[in-house]
């Protein structure tokens, strides 16, 4: 299924509409279901876990193959009109590949009357096959509002044993909406090797410095169902720091600023 996955990079998804109206995506959305049909056969697969998040203007997507720990993530602006919605994704990555040029696709959303929406690729190329792509989408998450609500690009991040800091060569994104997060960052290590991490999940403020994540999916096996309390700092509206302390005593110490991208 790698030109399946590619295709989820490229976000060129076709849905049916039956609204007049511009659908209103801001949410936070989980895939129920996917659904492949070449023709002569109908193959459902249920191992892609996949969780989206729609801003007032920016959209985040993660996703992991529950079989072998594969995962891509891509993020951009969006804009909606009564013809649907317009992704202008700026960067995606996936597995040892990522790409920062920046596409726009075209996207006819039908809405659930549950809040979750369908989406229909009705021609795509799936292992040289021409096939039809259903997914399913529910809406997840509760009302809390938090100052971290929003897409976040890190500007820098290191590793701190002792006296020793270990600057890392990555680009990471990270969005936060609805009590749930997701982080996607593409890796770079002394080799010039390349390597895509996503992981997603719950999380909640503990107090004004520490919020608690939760993450229920991701491609590092270390971290999927696990919790951590990670120190925050915020410095204004627009950048925050986090501190993550290991369990070997190391930390980690990331900077994000909020992302801000001319439509």
């Excluded at 959305?29 to 492949?36: A, I, P």
């Excluded at 193959?65 to 891509?72: C, F, R």
């Excluded at 994540?213 to 915020?234: C, H, P, R």
Aim: hydrophobic share 30%; aromatic share 12%; net charge neutral.
């Amino acid at each position: 299924m790698k030109n399946l996955k590619f295709c989820f990079i490229a976000l060129i998804i076709s849905c049916n509409s039956t609204s007049n109206k511009p659908p209103h995506m801001q949410g936070t959305y989980m895939l129920t279901s996917q659904t492949v049909n070449n023709g002569q056969t109908k193959t459902n697969y249920n191992q892609i876990k996949q969780l989206k998040i729609y801003t007032d203007k920016y959209v985040m997507y993660t996703q992991v193959d529950a079989n072998d720990s594969t995962s891509l993530f891509g993020v951009g602006s969006f804009t909606s009109d009564t013809g649907g919605v317009t992704e202008n994704i700026i960067y995606t990555s996936s597995n040892s590949t990522f790409d920062s040029t920046g596409k726009s696709y075209k996207l006819l959303i039908t809405k659930t009357v549950s809040g979750g929406y369908n989406q229909v690729i009705p021609e795509i190329v799936i292992d040289s096959t021409k096939s039809k792509l259903t997914e399913v989408y529910e809406r997840v998450g509760n009302s809390q509002k938090t100052p971290l609500d929003g897409v976040w690009k890190q500007t820098k991040s290191y590793n701190l044993k002792g006296a020793d800091t270990t600057w890392y060569k990555r680009a990471e994104y990270k969005a936060f909406n609805d009590g749930y997060f997701m982080f996607g960052l593409t890796d770079k290590d002394s080799t010039g090797k390349i390597t895509t991490g996503i992981g997603f999940g719950t999380f909640s403020m503990q107090g004004e410095n520490q919020m608690k994540e939760t993450d229920l999916n991701s491609s590092y096996a270390v971290i999927a169902g696990q919790s951590f309390i990670i120190d925050i700092k915020l410095n204004g509206n627009d950048n925050y720091e986090q501190t993550v302390t290991n369990s070997d005593s190391t930390k980690t110490v990331e900077f994000y600023e909020r992302l801000k991208l001319t439509e």
